[in-house]
């Protein structure tokens, strides 16, 4: 029988011997060893073993990560949408009220600038016509009534009598020369005839610019008429003296122009009853030609 080994000595503190410092690596490191698991790589990096049977294996790249647990991406979405949703309404209501308060119903964009639309004036739009209250008549310089003018200027020599038709307007043209021991005197008349009241009216309105260059004044010509204007013009030679009066009339369908000359000493101032005469001669070519 073999006898026991014997008991190592004691040490002399009475506390086992220390162990034996860590090996070294050869770069000086510590000899502490990597922990579990941490071990070297396998060599040539292969593909990781198939799984077993028990062990789920990893799905395909172009799968569908799975939702984090908890349904916290679903929360997400609920809350985002319900966000869209309040701001849409958001932007309606204050469109609804921007209409509302403008009152453009939406049918013209801010900004914009007005289309300009080309209305015509009431002065631009034909009348209706009325009933004429004048036809044309013929041969009247032989038998117009002038005898206010002749009273003043001596009897009547018919310088031009003459009818014609331009478009839709009937004229006639008379003119007359008178003479005697004071005054010499000329009547011009032209009687148009037109086919209603707006014809005559143009023609009154385009008369007074044709005449303001020669006649020093222009004044409204107030009688039994719808418009009137006499033009005075006034001017002497020598020891003569001569007077102009122009009116132009316009009734109805009916534009007249009468223009009376007179030629007399200078001083003389015949202009008053010059306006007499021709007025009255107005009013029977008026009567004359009335329907």
Same mark, same amino acid.
């Given at each position: ?6 008991? *190592? +000595? ?5 506390? !086992?011997?220390?162990? =034996?410092?860590? $090996? #070294?690596?050869?770069?000086? @490191?510590? %000899? ?15 593909? *990781? +073993? ?5 062990? !789920?294996?990893?799905? =395909?790249?172009? $799968? #569908?990560?799975?939702?984090? @647990?908890? %349904? ?36 013209? @964009?801010? %900004? ?174 008026m009567a004359a030609h009335a329907v």
């Amino acid at each position: 029988m073999t006898a026991p080994p014997p008991h *190592p +000595p004691p040490h002399p503190s009475g506390h !086992p011997p220390a162990a =034996p410092p860590p $090996a #070294t690596s050869p770069d000086g @490191a510590s %000899g502490y060893g990597p922990p579990p698991g941490y071990g070297p790589p396998r060599p040539g990096y292969g593909p *990781p +073993p198939y799984p077993g049977p028990d062990q !789920p294996g990893p799905g =395909p790249q172009w $799968a #569908t990560p799975s939702p984090p @647990a908890g %349904g916290g991406g679903k929360t997400g979405w609920i809350a985002g949408g319900v966000a869209v949703v309040v701001i849409a309404l958001i932007i309606t209501v204050a469109a609804v009220a921007v209409v509302t308060r403008d009152g453009s119903g939406g049918d013209q @964009a801010a %900004g914009d600038a007005a289309i300009p639309v080309d209305i015509p004036s009431p002065a631009d739009v034909p009348l209706p016509a009325p009933p004429n209250a004048y036809t044309s008549q013929e041969n009247i310089c032989g038998e117009m009534d002038i005898s206010s003018v002749e009273d003043l200027a001596g009897t009547r020599n018919i310088l031009y009598d003459e009818g014609y038709q331009m478009f839709s307007v009937r004229t006639w043209v008379c003119k007359y020369s008178m003479r005697n021991d004071d005054v010499w005197g000329h009547l011009d008349l032209t009687v148009n005839v037109h086919p209603d009241i707006n014809g005559a009216t143009r023609e009154f309105g385009r008369g007074a610019d044709v005449a303001r260059s020669f006649f020093d004044r222009v004044e409204e010509a107030p009688g039994s008429w719808q418009q009137g204007r006499v033009l005075v013009r006034e001017e002497s030679t020598g020891q003569s003296g001569s007077t102009t009066v122009l009116y132009q009339i316009q009734d109805s369908n009916l534009m007249l122009e009468a223009r009376f000359n007179c030629l007399t000493d200078v001083g003389v101032d015949l202009e008053p009853q010059m306006r007499t005469a021709v007025e009255e001669v107005i009013v029977n070519v008026m009567a004359a030609h009335a329907v």
